[in-house]
Structure formats: structure tokens, C-alpha cells
């Protein structure tokens, strides 16, 4: 039989999945993942341990699963996206990486959208995303401006997935979906040399590595590595995605206009759309390069959804049994006794539906008459609302695909339904991530013939919510 290892290396849990070519998770490897928390807006993460626990999730699959080594077709690799990860020439770290949800690039972020807002349109007009502080241009800034000897000492800037990828086969590459982030231009799909040069960064183009598509399978796992882990000589593994993209693959939505919602540590509302149709550079919009062909998608991720619930289920509701919340919050009236909660509890504020490295988390409304349960219903109607307003630029007449840790929350999920007048459709599964990943493995092993085919294959309705 055959079967595909799905890598999810994300910011809470590093994940290896095995998938049969039907999109059936068989077996999950994780391992709780320790961002460092420095001050108020740093964050960072030890790049050596995120793969020892990496490669212990596929070394417990190997000998735990039902998959011999032969039986592995390939392996696809996924993780957190943006952040700063850089690596010197003997292939090691030369720092912690920095993370996408580290705030400490707020300065930089103001110097091109404050004092020189010139530079920030170039930006945003370029690549598509405006400059965000966790964006790798503006740690590349922050870096170059604070830290530019511990800069020098690198050769090489990855992303997550591709300091796992380099791990397992040793190769250097970088793909569309990551890289098109804050590097690449968007109408092109090459590196933005022009905009490192205005931003004095051009020395740093040469650590970009070459950019590829993210099923292009670019190494096989190294000999040593495979011995190590249980894996055949020579397993095939792909370039890869950033992992928003990934879910998006693996609930389906790889066509135009397709919706879909990841309710995770960051809500990612995701619009598929042509590029013909992408208005680089539009407030209220950030494209994001899709792993289909030429389509993009209008990714709106705020810096935190479900850490909201977290905070609230922990401080406030005192228990941490989801069904008994959710029967809580069930009882109360929609509109939460008039107390409304301003869903910004990241450390580096907000960024979508809008920029504000400062923005907090707040409740209003509060009077004798407001329960506990009116406050942890709040708190699930502020993420919500935050959802219909990055989706404003969606086919009201289309369906919402959602996923993520959230989706088990039927409750929410009929209040997305509502809030947003939309269909929403939930996803039979949990891994999406690594689930997305093993189907554009599929796809370059030629399992399935293409995006679509792989979505018909193995994407499987679970509940549908009406409004």
C-alpha cells in the first residue's frame, strides 16, 4: 500500500501525519512546540530543537505506523510562515529564529509607513502585503539596523518549512508561497531586487535562495538521515508551502472564489481570486501567492484568534471542558448583553483587517447585569466579527470552508454562519496543514493529476452550517 508523510511544523505543535493516497490520516506524531517569549513583543524560537522534535514525530511514525519504508511515497513539508530563519554556510543557525508573531520590528514598520510612505506603497504595491512587522523584509530590516554582525555571519534567509526540508535532504531552496510574502514580486515571481536596493538591503538578495513551485520535489532525504528515521534512501521530498496555504489545498479551496477560514492561533481568511482579478497593493487586501497555478489568494490573518478563547476559557470561565462552554455561551442571546470584546490580545497588535502594532484587547459594555457567560460569548462574537470584516471582499454567495482547532466548536461555527450570512462548510479531518502538504506531494508523484483532482480524492464534507 502507499502512503504519504504530511510535515506541519507549526508555531504551538510540530506535526508528522501519514496519509494513504485517500487523504486518510492514519497515524499523527506530535510535539509541543516552545516559542520563547522575550519581554513584551519578542519572540523566538531554537531552530536545532524545532527539528529534533521534527524527526522525532517521523522517526515514532516509521516504527509505530502501519507503513514500511518502501510503502513512503514522498514526503511534503509545511510550517509557520514569515519570521526571519537564518542559516551560515555550514548549514547552521546563526541566531534563534525570529518569529512571524514577534513584534519588535514596529519601528522599522514605521519608518516606511510614517516617515517615508513612498517606500511602504512600493512595498505593498510589490509584493502585495504591506509592511507587516513580522514580514522577513522588516525583521531583514530590523536585523540590518540592530543587529547587522550577527547578519553578516549568515548566507542563506529560509522560512520554516525550508529549514526542515534542508534538514532532511540538505538542499537550499526557497518557493512562491513563502517567498512571495515581502521578497518576491508578485506580478513576476522573482525576487524584488529593485525594492531591496531602495531599502538598502540589496546586499541581502544573494541569501534568498532559488524559488520554486511548492510540489516541485527538490532533494531526497539524506542517507544518514533517512537510517536515523526509519526512511527508504532517497525519498522524494517537495519544495513545499507556507502552511495557510496548505489548508487551503487541503480543504478544497483551489479554484476561483473559493473561501476558506482557519480557526487557529491566527484566524487566516483566505479569498481565492485570478491574478488578473489581485489589485496588488488595494487597502484592506494582502495577496498571498496560491499554490494552484496562477491564482492568489487574499489572505487576511489576524495576529490571533483562538489565543482569545485561550485567555478567556483559562481566566474567566475557570474550566477548560470546551462542551460545557460551549453550552454556556449556547444559553446566552446573540449580541452578549450588549458587552463587546475587541479581539487584539497578540503582543504585536493587529495586522488584518488592519495594521496597528499596538492595538490590545478590550471589553466594552460591561454593566451590574453582565454574567460571566456574557463574556466568554463576547469574546467568540469579537473574533467573529473580526472574520466578517477580512472576508469583506467575498462572494457573499459563496460557502466558507473552515478548519482548524475551532471548527470542533459547533456553536462557533453556526455563529460564523450567522455573523457573516454565509454558508459554512466543515471539513472531515484535523491535520490540514500536513494534509495539504502530502497532496502536493500527490501531486508530483503523480498520484493524482492535478490541485483539483487531489481535492476530489480526499477532501471529504463533514457538517454543513446554514445561516
Known sequence: MNYIIGIDAGTSFVKAVLFDVAGNELMTQSQVNEPMYIGDVEV???????????????KKIMQQGPASKADILGIGVTGQGEGCW????????????????????????????????????????????????????MLLKWMHRHRRDVLDKASTMFFCKDWVRYKLTGKINGDLTDAGTSLLDSQKGTVALDMLKKLGLEKYGAYIPEIVTPNTIVGEVQNDVAAELGLREGTPVIAGTIDVVADAVALGAVKENDICVVLGTTCANEIIKRKDQCQFGKPGTRFEKHAVGDLFMNLMPTMNGTPNIDWVINEIGLQQDFSAIDKMIAAVPAGSGGV?????????????????????????????????????RAVYEGITFSIKDCLQDANKDGKIYVAGGGAKSAVWVQMIADITGMEVVVSDGNEFGAKGAAMMLGTAVGVYRDYEDAAAKTCKIKQVYKP
Not at 523566538?44 to 514525530?57: H, P, S, T, Y
Not at 543557525?93 to 512600493?122: F, Y
Not at 504595491?125 to 522577513?136: D, I, R, S, V
Open 44 to 58: 523566538e524560537q531554537d531552530m536545532n530543537i524545532l527539528w529534533e522534535k521534527v524527526a522525532l514525530c517521523i
Open 86 to 137: 537564518l542559516m551560515d554556510r555550514s548549514g547552521n543557525p546563526v541566531q534563534n529564529a525570529i518569529l512571524w508573531c514577534d513584534g519588535r520590528a514596529a519601528e522599522e514598520v514605521a519608518d516606511v509607513t510614517v516617515d517615508h510612505p513612498e517606500l511602504g506603497r512600493m512595498i505593498y504595491e510589490t509584493t502585495g502585503t504591506p509592511p507587516l512587522t513580522g514580514t522577513q523584509l
Open 340 to 376: 463587546i470584546y475587541h479581539p487584539y490580545i497578540s503582543a504585536a497588535g493587529e495586522r488584518a483587517p488592519f495594521y496597528h502594532p499596538y492595538a490590545k484587547a478590550s471589553f466594552f459594555g460591561i454593566s451590574t447585569h453582565t454574567t460571566r457567560a456574557d463574556l466568554i
